[in-house]
T-cell receptor, first 114, second 115 residues
Framework: AQSVTQPDIHITVSEGASLELRCNYS??????LFWYVQSPGQGLQLLLK??????LVQGIKGFEAEFKRSQSSFNLRKPSVHWSDAAEYFC????????????FGAGTRLFVKA | GAGVSQSPSNKVTEKGKDVELRCDPI?????LYWYRQSLGQGLEFLIY????????KSGLPSDRFSAERTGGSVSTLTIQRTQQEDSAVYLC?????????????FGSGTQLSVL
């Protein structure tokens, strides 16, 4: 069965600083990988996804993520954080076999300071 | 409809009562998920419906939880004999075919409070 670990419960960065949110997954084959964001009072929105091809994927709002098979990781990055990026970020993995269910990590809460 | 609709948006109940939470997925979406979001617990998978296949119930925390999906569309999550630890936001999501690389569309959730 697949699983997702987000080691950081919360992270605080200064506005304009770079950001990296960590995600490690466990799955027996190459999974489908996702990052979702949940802004205060809003629903979950897909930022980006990876399922094949180039291991560096670009998403909305200036986010990118890199799939590293050797490290079973799919870290989310942004070169310059804006105050509006303060939100909770969820990494998720979808299996390629069986029921294709999507499993989410525990989330990382991002705080942005001025 | 235009998006995934959940009702009610808020539900307050007394310990021991039964509750029903409803989800209307996007029209035509064959896959439907229920997740539970508690503080510090992330999004906990509960159950997954995919077309006419038997649902994947592997995430249901106890036999007090059940869900059904009628006519391949609307789904109801039922919690019997509610406990305080059931308090959480229950999120429903749907996707077009349920293939693992698809984007999930989420509803706004039902905030359940068990007193």
């Amino acid at each position: 069965a697949q699983s997702v670990t987000q080691p950081d419960i919360h992270i605080t960065v200064s506005e304009g600083a770079s950001l990296e949110l960590r995600c490690n997954y466990s799955y027996g084959a190459t999974p489908y990988l996702f990052w979702y964001v949940q802004s205060p009072g809003q629903g979950l929105q897909l930022l980006l996804k990876y399922f094949s091809g180039d291991t560096l994927v670009q998403g909305i709002k200036g986010f990118e993520a890199e799939f590293k098979r050797s490290q079973s990781s799919f870290n989310l990055r942004k070169p310059s954080v804006h105050w509006s990026d303060a939100a909770e970020y969820f990494c998720a993995v979808g299996a390629r076999t069986g029921g294709f269910k999507t499993i989410f990590g525990a989330g990382t809460r991002l705080f942005v300071k001025a | 409809g235009a998006g995934v609709s959940q009702s009610p948006s808020n539900k307050v109940t007394e310990k021991g009562k039964d509750v029903e939470l409803r989800c209307d997925p996007i029209s035509g979406h064959t896959a439907l998920y229920w997740y539970r979001q508690s503080l510090g617990q992330g999004l906990e998978f509960l159950i997954y419906f995919q077309g006419n296949s038997a649902p994947d119930k592997s995430g249901l925390p106890s036999d007090r939880f059940s869900a059904e999906r009628t006519g391949g569309s609307v789904s109801t999550l039922t919690i019997q004999r509610t406990q305080q630890e059931d308090s959480a936001v229950y999120l429903c999501a749907s996707s077009s075919t349920g293939i693992g690389n698809e984007k999930l569309f989420f509803g706004s959730g039902t905030q359940l409070s068990v007193l």
